[in-house]
């Protein structure tokens, strides 16, 4: 995709610069410009993975909001569904997820009748 700068501002209370770019359709599109400071050996690491730096941002996001889901479900601030449902995820893979971080899920019968239907 093809873009170029087009407008922008900063909000200098927050630190960051929104940038406003449109592509080659005319569509425009906002972004963040953030500034980040990392230990010297993150820096070195993420420089490996420098065209892909959104997607270590998305997937370590992702894993942070299942990571609070199953800490809320285990401390039964939360269900499963609405763990689930915070994590962004179906409640089977919310199960799976469970069992891999070692928590049993409460199931009572109608939840297992629901689950062999």
């Given amino acids: 995709m093809d873009v170029g700068k087009i407008g922008g501002s ?5 630190g960051l ?9 005319g569509r425009n599109e ?3 410009d953030m500034k ?6 993150l ?14 941002i998305l997937l370590g996001l992702q894993q942070l909001q299942l990571q609070e889901a199953l ?21 089977r893979d919310m199960v799976r997820q469970a069992r891999a971080s ?4 409460a199931w ?4 297992a009748r629901d689950e062999l239907a």
């Fill in 71 to 91: 800490l809320l479900y285990q401390r039964g601030v939360v269900s499963l569904g609405r763990a689930a449902e915070l994590a962004g995820i179906s409640a």
């Fill in 102 to 105: 070692g928590i049993e899920p």
């Fill in 10 to 14: 900063v909000n200098t209370r927050a």
């Fill in 30 to 32: 906002r972004g963040v």
């Fill in 43 to 56: 820096a070195r690491q993420l420089d490996e993975h420098k065209g892909k730096l959104r997607e270590v």
């Fill in 36 to 41: 980040i400071e990392v230990p010297d050996e």
């Fill in 108 to 111: 009572s019968e109608e939840m």
């Fill in 17 to 25: 610069i929104t940038t406003y770019t449109m592509d080659r359709q």
